[in-house]
């Protein structure tokens, strides 16, 4: 079907996610299969969604406080998990579901009627060897209350971690609206505090930085280092 424009998109079903251990259903992509449902990530209500692993209200993103697409990519994002079980030391791009995640995203903004344009978004990775005398409790209790920080400053879209392997390697990951909102994500007492903690907890620990860039309509997408152009 065609129209002045160009091609006329159909919009695959879209419903709610039945349980959250159930894994979810991505429309294909193949013309006979237009109908096929899309699992979305329910919110838990007001617009607010779990997107870490921290569930309680305060680490709750508020929708409203973000503009369209960064509302879209973050309940997109809901759906993200390891695809291996090497992420601590493979590669990023390859550890990840991203092409279910860029699918569901296509899906919802074909459901809501969203022209999307090509955007960027920020992410970081961190990854880490935690020393044998690290103390797990403090370092999950600065995490908890840095992510708290993170979501209060608004625009991190979805935080995740892993678990650490048998040489105490593990990958943690977000992805912001933009730098500037890490930026200021970044500044609160628990920040300050889990870096001051950093010599005592690790062995050794990195920080990359990429640019995700979503093309337009959600035909595309890559992942790279970030530049500031």
Sequence with gaps: ?????????????????????????????????IDSPV????????????????????????LSRLDKPSQLLARALAILQPV?????????????????????????????????TERRFYVILFRSRLKSTADRDYLHELDAESHREAVDSGGLLKYWFGSANANRENL??????????????GTGPWHRRARNAIEGLYEEINLTTLELVIGDAVEGWRMAEWSED
């Design 39 to 62: 699992a979305v990530p329910p919110t838990t209500g007001n617009n607010f969604l779990v997107t870490s692993p921290y569930t309680t209200s305060a680490h709750l993103l508020d």
């Design 84 to 116: 291996r079980d090497d992420y601590a030391t493979a590669p990023y791009v390859d550890s990840f579901n991203w092409p279910a995640v860029l699918e569901l995203l296509q899906a919802l903004s074909c459901a809501e009627a969203y022209s999307w």
């Design 172 to 185: 943690a990951t977000c992805i912001w609206r933009s730098r500037q909102d890490a930026r200021v994500g």
């Design 1 to 33: 079907m065609t129209s002045e424009n160009g091609p006329t998109r159909l919009c695959p079903l879209v419903t709610p996610a039945a349980a959250a251990n159930n894994p979810p259903y991505h429309h294909s992509k193949q013309d006979d299969d």
